[in-house]
């Protein structure tokens, strides 16, 4: 239950909480910072508290993570402003609570994270082909950053590829950005020629993928073995809610960088598979416990 990079609330080229320096994979830990925490937050904990949660108790739950009063004050000032989150009062307290455009951000994000495919080869393949005028540049580069984010890759100027059951989104994402009248959608299967590994190498960083899941399982996979080792360890609220939220937030890039290229023309020893059950793992055995810690915390805050 969280967020996702998506463009849909202000055509930034990254996730509404922040824009990336490039549009490639891997950045994920210098990423993780109160802006994201907070969105990670939101999406983990905060339609199931009601969308809703008091200055205080975010700035207490923040703390658990070393963040300080001024970095939460900071991160949702910025986040209020890209219209993610909205000031609100209740009950006498000031807090803040979603959205209507954060509450459909988040549920794509669900979609996309917790419903992740992995595609057929059979299925075959979605193309955008665009050329977008130079007066035009602007909608060019948002177009490209989404694509990205989207997990596409690129054939050659103005030829991105994907996944089949990508279209549907590719569409979505064309309508938004107002490029229709630049671009041409196909979807279809491959005839030819040459090794399609190879051609999807060239499409793909699929390094930098890889690089991203052995990171995220180092960290991670120890995490995992320890909360098995102990049961009592499992329900630790505050320990349970920092290792959840921290997993959360370094994992919830990944299924957009990464569209679910078919098996057969990814390495043998590609590490997605097993980055992808660790964190499903990681979420089944922590969020019940860090919810509970979530909820004891903010009190009540959502009703």
Do not use: C
């Not at 060019?140 to 989207?150: A, G, I, M």
């Not at 390094?207 to 009592?232: K, T």
């Not at 290792?243 to 043998?268: C, I, K, T």
């Not at 059950?277 to 009540?300: N, Y």
């Amino acid at each position: 239950m969280t967020t996702a990079p998506n463009t849909a609330l202000d055509g930034t080229d990254g996730p509404p909480e922040e824009t990336p320096d490039t549009g490639r994979p891997g950045g994920e830990r210098r990423n993780r910072r109160p802006r994201s925490l907070i969105v990670s937050f939101f999406g983990g904990y905060g339609r199931e508290i009601g969308g809703w949660v008091s200055v205080a108790g975010l700035i207490s739950l923040m703390s658990e993570l070393e963040v300080d009063a001024p970095g939460v004050r900071s991160a949702v000032s910025r986040l209020k402003r890209r219209g993610l989150l909205e000031s609100e009062r209740r009950g006498g307290a000031a807090g803040y609570r979603l959205s209507e455009a954060g509450v459909r951000i988040l549920a794509d994000g669900d979609r996309r994270i917790f419903e992740r495919r992995v595609a057929e080869l059979s299925a075959g393949w979605v193309l955008v082909v665009f050329s977008i005028p130079e007066a035009e540049r602007g909608r060019r580069h948002r177009l490209r950053s989404r694509l990205t984010w989207l997990g596409f890759g690129s054939t050659a100027a103005g030829v991105w590829i994907a996944p089949a059951h990508l279209a549907d989104e590719a569409r979505r994402a064309l309508t938004e950005l107002g490029v229709r009248e630049y671009a041409q959608l196909f979807t279809g299967q491959r005839l030819g020629f040459g090794d399609l590994a190879d051609a999807v190498a060239g499409w793909w960083d699929l390094d930098a993928l890889q690089g991203m899941y052995r990171a995220f399982l180092a960290e991670y996979e120890p995490v995992l073995a320890r909360r098995r080792l102990s049961a009592e360890g499992a329900r630790e609220g505050a320990a349970a809610f920092a290792d959840h939220l921290r997993a959360v937030d370094a994992w919830r890039r990944m299924p957009f960088l990464d569209p679910g290229l078919p098996p057969e023309v990814l390495p043998s020893d590609w590490a997605g598979t097993r980055a992808a059950q660790v964190f499903l793992d990681l979420h089944a055995l922590l969020r019940p416990p860090a919810l509970e810690h979530v909820r004891a915390v903010t009190g009540g805050s959502s009703r």
